[in-house]
């Protein structure tokens, strides 16, 4: 399973957006990495310094908020995880800690105020896809043990008919969550179209670098944009 897909309609709703994505194998995600923690806390008390209080005030944010209301989305009911991080950040307070690939992508969330997330290849029987629900698909909750019925025209990470995230980018489904044991890995950020291609090009020297120097593994980087809609990787 080495293909992403986009469905050209979801580019209509999100105009300008492109999406970052490095994908990644052999990576040891069991051993506590001290730079990955270092990032991860300085990135969180640099939040302090964007001169904002209310995390709705950023850019980027407010670009996002306008894309989903115009779907029809609430952001007070599915805030973005970077809306979400953002706030918390802005809170203060310790920061949280999860595996090291995922305090990774949330350091690098913070350092470029862009969502950025990853799926465990090795869970998913099918390929990926960002498109539109139909109404047929289902989706399994952190915590939940049951899947639920998703309603049509949500935009969600794909398997075949599972659903990896609701509303683009607020909840993730316990299939192809990344864990200790993941070890091929599909990393993601959505840069909104406010942001522009030197901050999705930032992301993706962000992504390469770390994966190297942090986690001691190559991986092939891709930027999409409204002309690509398929994307193959070797592997």
């Given at each position: 399973?080495?293909?992403?897909?986009?469905?050209?309609?979801?580019?209509?709703?999100?105009?300008?957006?492109?999406?970052?994505?490095?994908?990644?194998?052999?990576?040891?995600?069991?051993?506590?990495?001290?730079?990955?923690?270092?990032?991860?806390?300085?990135?969180?008390?640099?939040?302090?310094?964007?001169?904002?209080?209310?995390?709705?005030?950023?850019?980027?944010?407010?670009?996002?908020?306008?894309?989903?209301?115009?779907?029809g989305v609430s952001m007070k009911r599915f805030p973005t995880s970077i809306e979400a991080m953002l706030r918390r950040?802005?809170?203060?307070?310790?920061?949280?800690?999860?595996?090291?690939?995922?305090?990774?992508?949330?350091?690098?969330?913070?350092?470029?105020?862009?969502?950025?997330?990853?799926?465990?290849?090795?869970?998913?029987?099918?390929?990926?896809?960002?498109?539109?629900?139909?109404?047929?698909?289902?989706?399994?909750?952190?915590?939940?043990?049951?899947?639920?019925?998703?309603?049509?025209?949500?935009?969600?990470?794909?398997?075949?008919?599972?659903?990896?995230?609701?509303?683009?980018?607020?909840?993730?489904?316990?299939?192809?969550?990344?864990?200790?044991?993941?070890?091929?890995?599909?990393?993601?950020?959505?840069?909104?179209?406010?942001?522009?291609?030197?901050?999705?090009?930032?992301?993706?020297?962000?992504?390469?670098?770390?994966?190297?120097?942090?986690?001691?593994?190559?991986?092939?980087?891709?930027?999409?944009?409204?002309?690509?809609?398929?994307?193959?990787?070797?592997?």
């Open positions: 399973m080495n293909h992403f897909q986009v469905d050209p309609e979801v580019y209509q709703h999100f105009p300008g957006m492109r999406l970052v994505i490095a994908v990644a194998e052999g990576l040891d995600n069991h051993t506590a990495r001290v730079p990955v923690k270092e990032l991860w806390q300085q990135s969180w008390e640099n939040v302090a310094q964007l001169g904002i209080e209310d995390a709705r005030a950023h850019p980027y944010v407010k670009a996002w908020r306008e894309n989903f209301a115009a779907l950040a802005l809170k203060g307070g310790d920061v949280f800690s999860i595996n090291p690939l995922v305090d990774f992508y949330n350091a690098l969330s913070l350092q470029h105020i862009c969502p950025a997330g990853a799926f465990d290849l090795d869970a998913l029987d099918q390929s990926l896809a960002l498109r539109m629900t139909t109404g047929e698909e289902r989706f399994t909750a952190l915590d939940a043990t049951e899947p639920v019925t998703v309603p049509a025209g949500e935009v969600a990470y794909t398997s075949g008919a599972d659903v990896l995230t609701r509303h683009f980018m607020w909840r993730q489904s316990r299939l192809g969550l990344v864990t200790p044991h993941s070890t091929r890995i599909f990393l993601v950020s959505e840069i909104p179209g406010a942001a522009g291609e030197a901050v999705a090009e930032a992301m993706r020297g962000s992504m390469t670098a770390g994966l190297r120097d942090l986690f001691g593994v190559p991986c092939q980087s891709f930027v999409m944009d409204t002309d690509q809609a398929d994307l193959c990787w070797s592997g």
